[in-house]
Nanobody, 118 residues
Framework: QIRVVESGGGLVQPGESLRLSCVAD????????????MSWYRQAPGKEREFVAS????????RYADSVKGRFTISRDNARSSVYLQMDSLVPEDTAMYYC???????WGQGTQVTVAS
């Protein structure tokens, strides 16, 4: 079974930065991490889960939600089966549980909490 584990969340003040990490393993049937597009989503209390950023498997094309464009950067390291989300200039509205998602197999991690507050 594919396993997805996020880390790097925490409590920060507005204007500060965090970098989230996600490691995915357990791929079978000839497939590996490098075959799949990866995404970050987030869900705040009382809100629907929303798309944050994505990155494709080999060409590294990226896409961002308008709310984070210019502040967040998604990247990946296929050799380490990892995807990252660099979050700069954080604001209270970024407070949410952040989830890593493996497209294709449609597997979610358990999430890592990000809280932005004074």
């Amino acid at each position: 079974q594919i396993r997805v584990v996020e880390s790097g969340g925490g409590l920060v003040q507005p204007g500060e930065s965090l970098r989230l990490s996600c490691v995915a393993d357990g791929f079978t049937h000839g497939y590996t991490f490098r075959h799949y597009d990866m995404s970050w989503y987030r869900q705040a209390p009382g809100k629907e889960r929303e798309f944050v950023a994505s990155i494709t498997n080999v060409y590294l094309s990226t896409r961002y939600a308008d709310s984070v464009k210019g502040r967040f950067t998604i990247s990946r390291d296929n050799a380490r089966s990892s995807v990252y989300l660099q979050m700069d200039s954080l604001v209270p509205e970024d407070t949410a549980m952040y989830y890593c998602y493996v497209q294709g197999p449609a597997v979610w991690g358990q999430g890592t909490q990000v809280t932005v507050a004074s």
